[in-house]
């Protein structure tokens, strides 16, 4: 217990110590000290990770304690933290791909002057530490406050250009969007409370506390969570705020808006799943709102030009596999294709910020274009990528989506053809990204031709141990069916319980896989196919054009509740405010003057002395409703004095 | 030291000050003796001080009596904080006649700790106009253009809510059985039903109109905008804490059958007010009155809170006295240093504070998440407390605070966007570094809203024993 307590310290405070350095330091140290302090606390943290990790694989689920947070009467929130399967896990991915995105950032962002460079890394690391209480905290409160820590820093991170209005304003609907999810998670936090008086997860999570809810109650804390969720974890109809996270600098949308912040919804239910799986409902819900979620994302992601964009949407859409995970029940599998995707899909996004900084700043895949030999080392480990998000066997993707489709064809084989609808989009899609950006002609200036260069060993490396990553990770799950032996879903026992019977013998489960996999390779070959040779230029056809625009939701959004909104809030402003309430005040007040003026008992406009009158009125009118004489009693003893 | 030097030491600098005709020697005279009584409210926390009691005025059988509990002692800290630290940030501000303006302030701080250590009906009320009427004072006097106009609708309301907690008072008195003014007399006096609602109704639309409680709020945001920041500073931080103060103090235990008769009542209209408030806050132009706006939404909530009589709100409340406090002050130092600077609170005209001067704008992100409550900073911890009581009380009065949670973010996101980043504006251009007070000030409060916001215990420890009294009898 003692070592831990030292060692989960250190794991959270070394990221902390890093933002206090650089963000109070942020205008006398040099770029070197910066980049070496902010990539080395967050590399020491990740260390320590691994042994906290080992610990638990030996001596099971820890917990710490510091301090109490709130200890009154009535509720007693500790601040304490859990090191489990579950978090322990969590803590290697954000570490570890945290290390990357940092060594990373160190030579994406070294063109920025030293005080916003310091800024960048003493945000990047309060995101960490942010993250790092998210998962370890030892309940509702803790989660709670990572919840809205890594909410701060993405917004942060999203207006890091700050100058930039548009980015500001992504900025900033971010934050509200995800506020809105907030809103959601705390009535769930209060209902726990008033109903069972404590927010521990080893109070809450419990057979005991589950005897105490009513099953509305169980359903309306485990859907009021979910909407927390589709705000973090933006699902349908909370996630137009991802894409548009976009303008934060490329390290911070694979770190945050890929990785690891947005998987915290996943982790939240993962984590409740005693809850969820007492509602029927609430897991209809998931499943339908993560698989409506995943096809709609992709058919959005087919049309978009902007390499971030189309992974934008690949991540939601991702994410929406993982609900529709979560919503079958199927819990392991979800945090299997949290972790495979945190490696494949940071990789993507660190690709494409190689791409982008080799084509200095241009993001519009129609004009790139055959960079393939320019740019050899990016190629290849963001087609490594690209192989395991598709999910072609072996690589990581494979597996982990391979294990949500099976457990969702055993819920209804509905879910199952949806799921592999838009497996075939995603790998349609992705390849369509690799083609246009890698193969055929290069289409950009010539300016940017020749200055065409591949990325600097700092970016490289983490590409490279990236794409090890995401080609290897599906060891950590290969299902018996295949002669594994499953190590993820073993290792979970403890929180989610015994995987799931799904009753389908191996050879539909064969069956099954063979066909997910061969459409998504006929899905992957045909964008080959079509885009060696041409791009998509403005989209013509209606549906091109719809799908273009993102079913046009922001507008819909904006028409709909934004401008009704504020147009309701400038009502209560120019009319209720001004002519309703404060009209009637000011009417009161002449009313005053002017009675006074007729019964002319006082002309000079003293305000006191109306007042004084109102006052003996006042007290009179008492003694008449009263009948009652003390208060005359009183005065008479006030004169006799 | 004793509780009577609450009142002694700023009605001694008071008196000093009119004497001193030097601007710098009355600024520091000021500062020094607003220190000094900070200085005795830190030792109050550690070493208990007995009750003060004399009598006062016999022939009307009213005693000098002042006593601390929890609640007190969170009102007098807040108090004694805010006035060095106001009167330090606001130190290079130019006044017409610096010393009488300073001399009036310190007359209201001793009124304000007399309102929150007076155990006498009628002391309270002497030391709620004590208060009040400075402030009068300092508004049409030191005001902006609209003042007289604004002023007076601020003298209207006040003092009309002040006549009927006086009638209230006299009331209580009458009924009492030993016909004094003691507030433990208050508490025994034996009233029937119709009675108490009649008392309650008097002391609350005194307290009701100084929080303010929506609909009878709109006096607050024009007197804010008017009034010369430091006036508005101890309106906002300390002034509307009196209201809230007095429900707990007086309304609930003297009326508590009237109190528990309308609690639904005043939780919806302090619903509605955060809301409406909220809405409006979010088109302001001016940045005195979004602040003013989301001051009324933060009051309301800790006004609904105390009316849902649940411990748990109550506690959140309770702590809330104070972070609010601390929060809007910051709020209120930041916009004074544009305003002074610039000339200017149309946020419009801002904007590119976050490159003009960097500092300042870090300051004002960290106020403003203070404002919108998140996690780690001080107002958290009393809201989700409040939120929590909220729930147990209605999950639908809840919910529907909880919308507040939401809208505050996207007013106080929206001044932060505009006075912070975008482009350097014209008059954003023009500013310089604030002065070295104003910052140390601004520093020091944003280290208490995060020691606050992390460790908030010695914040619950402070004012366990008024909840211990109101909830466990």
Redesign the interface.
């Known amino acids: 217990m003692g070592i831990m307590k030292v060692l989960v310290g250190f794991i959270i405070l070394w990221p902390l110590a890093g933002f206090l350095f650089n963000g109070l330091g942020r205008n006398y140290w040099s770029k070197k000290v910066i980049a070496y302090k902010a990539t080395g606390y967050i590399v020491a943290s990740f260390i320590a990770s691994i042994f906290a990790f080992i610990y638990v694989q030996e001596h099971g689920t820890t917990t710490v304690h510091y301090?109490?947070?709130?200890?009154?009467?009535?509720?007693k929130i500790p601040f304490d933290f859990k090191v489990d399967a579950l978090s322990s896990l969590f803590l290697l991915v954000i570490t570890g791909v945290g290390s990357l995105i940092h060594l990373y950032s160190t030579a994406y962002m070294k063109e920025e002057a030293a005080?916003h460079y310091a800024r960048y890394f003493s945000y990047l690391n309060l995101f960490i530490f942010s993250m790092l209480i998210l998962v370890l905290g030892d309940n509702y409160?803790m989660m709670?406050?990572g919840w809205?820590?890594v909410g701060?820093c993405s917004?942060l991170l999203i207006?890091y250009w700050?100058?930039n209005?548009n980015y500001?304003?992504a900025a900033?609907k971010a934050?509200?969007m995800n506020?809105?999810g907030?809103?959601g998670f705390?009535?769930a936090?209060?209902?726990l409370?008033?109903k069972l008086g404590s927010v521990n997860y080893s109070e809450v999570l419990t057979a005991e506390s589950l005897s105490k809810l009513s099953s509305a109650d169980i359903t309306g804390i485990t859907l009021l969570l979910f909407v927390g969720a589709m705000g973090k974890s933006a699902q349908i109809p909370l996630f137009t705020w991802l894409p548009d996270a976009m303008a934060g600098p490329t390290p911070v949308s694979a770190l945050i808006h890929a990785a690891t912040m947005v998987t915290a919804g996943i982790y939240m239910i993962t984590r409740s799943n005693l809850l969820f799986s007492h509602s029927e409902l609430t897991q209809n819900v998931i499943a339908i709102i993560g698989i409506s979620t995943a096809l709609l994302a992709a058919t959005i992601a087919i049309k978009q030009n902007d390499i971030k964009k189309v992974l934008a949407y690949s991540t939601v859409s991702q994410l929406g596999y993982m609900f529709l995970g979560l919503g079958v029940g199927a819990y392991s599998g979800a945090v299997f294709h949290v972790i495979t995707h945190a490696f494949f899909k940071a990789l993507l996004f660190l690709g494409a910020g190689s791409v982008i900084h080799a084509m200095h700043h241009e993001q519009d895949i129609r004009k790139m274009g055959g960079l393939k030999s320019k740019l050899p080392i990016t190629h290849l480990t963001f087609l490594i990528g690209c192989i395991a998000i598709a999910g072609v066997p072996p690589f990581s993707g494979f597996f982990s989506k391979d294990e949500i489709l099976a457990a969702a064809f055993a819920k209804s084989p509905i879910y199952w053809v949806l799921g592999v609808i838009g497996a075939a989009m995603t790998a349609f899609y992705m390849f369509r990204l690799y083609t246009t950006t890698f193969l055929g002609k290069f289409r950009g200036s010539s300016d940017q031709e020749n200055h065409v260069h591949e990325s600097p060993l700092a970016m490289t490396l983490p590409l490279i141990l990236l794409a090890i990553a995401s080609a290897l990770a599906g060891a950590i799950g290969i299902p018996e069916m295949m002669g594994g032996h499953h190590w993820l879903s073993h290792n979970l026992i403890p929180i989610v319980g015994e995987p799931i019977e799904l009753g389908l013998s191996h050879s539909l489960e064969w069956t099954l896989m063979a066909v997910s996999v061969s459409i998504a390779i006929l899905a992957l070959l045909l964008a080959i196919s079509i885009y060696k040779k041409k791009t998509d230029e403005e989209p013509l056809t209606a549906l091109g054009k719809f799908l273009y625009h993102k079913w046009h939701i922001d507008e819909l959004y904006n028409e709909g509740i934004v401008q009704p909104?504020?147009r309701?809030?400038?009502f209560?402003?120019n009319v209720?405010?001004k002519q309703v309430?404060?009209g009637a005040?000011?009417g009161t007040?002449k009313l005053i003057q002017y009675s006074a003026r007729k019964v002319r008992l006082i002309q000079n406009g003293q305000?006191?002395y109306y007042?004084l009158f109102?006052?003996f009125g006042?007290?009179l009118l008492?003694m008449i409703?009263?009948n009652?004489i003390?208060?005359l009693?009183?005065f008479n003893?006030?004169t006799k004095? | 030291m004793m509780l009577v030097s609450f009142l002694f030491l700023p009605v001694l600098a008071a008196v000093i000050l009119l004497l001193i005709k030097n601007n710098k020697t009355a600024q520091w005279t000021a500062i020094i003796f607003s220190g000094l009584t900070l200085l005795v409210a830190l030792q109050m926390l550690y070493t208990p001080m007995a009750d003060f009691n004399i009598a006062w005025l016999p022939n009307l059988n009213t005693r000098f009596i002042l006593h601390a509990d929890g609640l007190s002692k969170i009102l007098i800290l807040l108090t004694a904080i805010s006035f060095p630290a106001i009167l330090w940030a606001t130190a290079n501000n130019e006044y017409k006649n610096r010393n009488v303006f300073l001399s009036l302030l310190l007359f209201t701080e001793a009124g304000l700790m007399g309102v929150f250590l007076a155990a006498d009906g009628l002391l309270f009320y002497f030391f709620w106009e004590l208060a009040l009427i400075p402030i009068y004072f300092l508004c049409s006097i030191w005001g902006g253009e609209k003042r007289i106009a604004i002023t007076f609708k601020f003298f209207i309301y006040t003092f009309l809510g002040s006549l009927f907690m006086l009638a209230g008072i006299l009331f209580l008195n009458a009924h009492s059985s030993d016909h004094s003014f003691l507030i433990n007399s208050f508490i025994n006096a034996n009233l029937t039903g119709g009675q108490q609602i009649t008392a309650f109704a008097l002391f609350f639309i005194a307290f009701a109109i100084k929080m303010p409680i929506f609909p009878l709020h709109t006096w607050q945001p024009d007197a804010y905008e008017q009034s010369p920041t430091a006036v508005t500073m101890v309106m906002s931080a300390v002034m509307v804490k009196m209201g809230l103060y007095g429900i707990l103090r007086w309304l609930l235990p003297l009326f508590p059958v009237a109190f528990m008769a309308h609690t639904h009542v005043v939780v919806i209209l302090s619903v509605i007010g955060i809301l409406y408030a909220s809405f409006i806050a979010i088109r302001q132009d001016d940045i005195k009155r979004l602040i003013a706006y989301s001051s009324i939404a933060h009051i309301g909530l800790m006004n609904a809170a105390l009316f849902t009589h649940t411990q748990i709100a109550t506690q959140g409340a309770l702590i809330q006295l104070f972070s609010h406090g601390i929060n809007v002050l910051g709020l209120w130092i930041v916009a004074d240093i544009i305003e002074q600077q610039t000339g200017t609170r149309s946020m419009k005209e801002m904007g590119g504070l976050a490159k003009k001067q960097p500092t300042l704008a870090i300051l004002l992100v960290g106020f403003a998440l203070a404002n919108i409550a998140l996690p780690l900073t001080n107002s958290f911890v009393g809201e989700f407390l409040m939120f929590t009581g909220l729930f147990q009380f209605s999950p639908w009065m809840a919910a529907f605070a909880g919308v507040s949670v939401i809208l505050a973010a996207i007013y106080t996101l929206n001044m932060v966007q505009k006075v912070a980043y975008g482009a350097i504006s014209e008059k954003i251009n023009t500013m310089q570094a604030p002065n070295k007070g104003a910052q140390a000030v601004l520093i020091i409060l944003l280290i208490i809203v995060l020691a606050t916001g992390v460790y908030p215990q010695p914040l619950f420890s402070l004012t366990a024993d008024t909840l211990q009294q109101l909830f466990v009898k």
């Open positions: 301090f109490d947070f709130i200890n009154t009467a009535t509720v005080p409160v709670f406050i809205e820590g701060l917004y207006g700050f100058t209005g500001n304003y900033k934050f509200i506020r809105i907030d809103l705390l009535l936090i209060f209902w409370i008033v909104l504020n309701f809030a400038g209560l402003k209720i405010e309430i404060d005040v000011n007040g305000v006191g007042i109102m006052v006042i007290i008492f409703w009263f009652d003390s208060i009693l009183f003893k006030l004095n």
